[in-house]
């Protein structure tokens, strides 16, 4: 499995920008695909961003397109989710994910890595 450790969350306002990374340890994060998820208050954990292991392929979710980039740095072993126009519905706990059973993953369960999560918080 991939250690990984999950920074860049805070208290910001409407409309700001936030860059989360994801630092891994391990041989094996630059041999798969890696993604970002949220997860709010009573709600379930949901994919905002994916992307291949060469970075050659992104997978954005809807809500957050034309605002979030995901990208990587595999001689670094980091990916990073940037974060603009930031919305008050963004709020959430963000975790970072590695190690992925399939080259295009979007559900949690393709996923066997996982950090502790970064809390983003945006307000109106």
């Known amino acids: 499995q991939v250690q990984l450790v999950e920074s860049g969350g805070g208290l910001v306002q409407t409309g700001d920008s936030l860059r989360l990374e994801c630092a891994a340890s391990g041989r094996t994060f630059s041999s798969s695909a890696m993604g970002w998820f949220c997860q709010a208050p009573g709600k379930e954990r949901e994919v905002v961003a994916t992307?291949?292991?060469?970075?050659?392929?992104?997978y954005l979710a809807d809500s957050v397109k034309g605002r979030f980039t995901i990208y990587r740095d595999n001689a670094k072993n980091t990916g990073y989710l940037q974060m603009n126009s930031l919305k008050p519905e963004d709020t959430a706990v963000y975790y970072c994910?590695?190690?992925?059973?399939?080259?295009?993953?979007?559900?949690?369960?393709?996923?066997?890595?996982w950090g502790q999560g970064t809390q983003v918080t945006v307000s109106s």
């Open positions: 992307i291949t292991r060469s970075g050659d392929k992104t």
């Open positions: 994910a590695a190690d992925a059973l399939v080259d295009i993953p979007t559900l949690p369960g393709s996923f066997r890595s």
